[in-house]
């Protein structure tokens, strides 16, 4: 019975049979054909698929040519053309995640395997092997991604679809079932388990962050983390006291207390002053009328924000604060400063703007350090006469809205080279395009603009 015909390989088999049927014993002996058949059948008269020794496929050998013959099946033809595939183990969230896919494949069509398996669409996928990004159209095999290969997945953040990554991976697992089912339990317990892993945060990283929390007092826990916290951060709440218990908050460098209710009683001082590591103080937009002299224990500060409160007046004792740099204390209602500000050799920025003040001590001329100072909205006519001689780093000088005007600066000791200092300033902010609104400030009002 002659041999189907129907395909092109079925064709090219029965060919090399028929002509090869003849001859075939002698053929074998004279090593031109393979140890197995054309016809299927070996030497040994068993039947079997058509291969070459070294495991290729038959070949028929004229004269003058070598010719390749097909397989006879075209399952077996699809099975030996089809590529590779590999299994690729890839990390995300905490779990791995095997993905099966072919070695020839872009990196695009793993990213589409793994979107139905993360929840993370294509495009906010960043596969890494090996220390290097997977190019989007390069195949993984170019890649050097290969069978157990493994693959970490960073998502970008916001380019998740549905609920964020889901919790079972593609291979279905006992853990992951055993997880997906604890799902309800773990909801149940949620706020336990928030409010425990908030204490542990605090203390692992020293920041506390309860800006905007509608808070009414501090939490009992945060005093309980001690030693740990660096940084306190409850702006914009409603909180009424800083008790005692800060005193446990020996390492707190920063102190952000900012539009709150706390009143001069609200304040307990004594606790505060044992805070010796603060280095930033701020209680702006509170409802203090006073600060007492143990303001001057906290030495080691260097920022100190005061600023919309009701004071009249500032402690002799901030004469003591030697590495301060930084006073704000505008919009108070402050008449008088002490003469002993002059001692906080460190100042480079005070803003005593929208004030009561009626005139500067003459020790502010003893700032060498200061380089802006901003008394606008003030009653004041007149400056200390050392200013621009003393104060050699002064480049910023905001007299608006009070006595002194440019003439009144241009008669001061100093002047011309205060003048040329804060004209350097100028063009370099023109130079950089910082700062500067185009128009150069005189940094006080004019004589016929005075009202």
Known sequence: MEPSVGSLAGLMVWRAS?????????????????PRTLR????????????????????????????????SSRGETDMESSPPTITVHVKFAGRTIPVVVSASAPTAELKLLLQPLTNVLPRGQRLICKGKVLAEAASLSSMQVGDGSKVML???????????????????????????????????????????????????????????????????????CGFSVRVLDVCNNSIEAIPQKIAALKSLNKLLVTANDISDEGICWEG???????????????RLVTLPPSLGSLTFLRELRIANNMLSNLPVEIGLLKQ????????????????????CESLIEVNLSSNLLAELPEAFGNLQNLKTLIIRNNGLNSLPSTLFKKCWRLTTLDLHGTGITNDILRQLEGW?????????????????RVGSSGVFDEGADDSDRRS
């Open 272 to 286: 505060l002053s044992c805070v010796q590591a603060l280095i930033v103080l701020s209680l702006s937009q509170n």
């Open 154 to 224: 960073i998502a970008s953040e916001g380019l998740h679809q549905g609920d964020g990554p889901i919790t079972k991976n593609s291979s279905g697992t006992a853990a992951s079932a055993k997880r997906t089912s604890n799902v309800k339990e773990n909801h149940t317990q949620k706020q336990e388990i928030v409010s425990k892993s908030r204490a542990e945060r605090w203390k692992i990283t020293g920041v506390i962050a309860l800006s905007d929390s509608s808070l009414k007092a501090v939490p009992e826990e945060v005093w309980d």
């Open 18 to 34: 028929w002509e090869a049927q003849p001859g075939q014993k002698a053929a074998i002996q004279r090593g031109i054909l393979g």
């Open 40 to 71: 299927g059948k070996d030497v040994g008269g068993n039947r079997g698929r058509s291969r070459g020794g070294d495991g290729g496929l038959p070949i028929c050998r004229g004269d003058k040519s070598s010719v390749p013959l097909a397989r």
């Open 416 to 432: 011309e080279e205060f003048d040329e200092r804060r004209r350097q300033k100028y063009q370099k902010q023109l130079d950089f």
């Open 324 to 343: 301060l740099e930084i006073l704000i204390a505008n919009n108070n209602r402050i008449t008088l400063l002490p003469s002993s500000i002059g001692d």
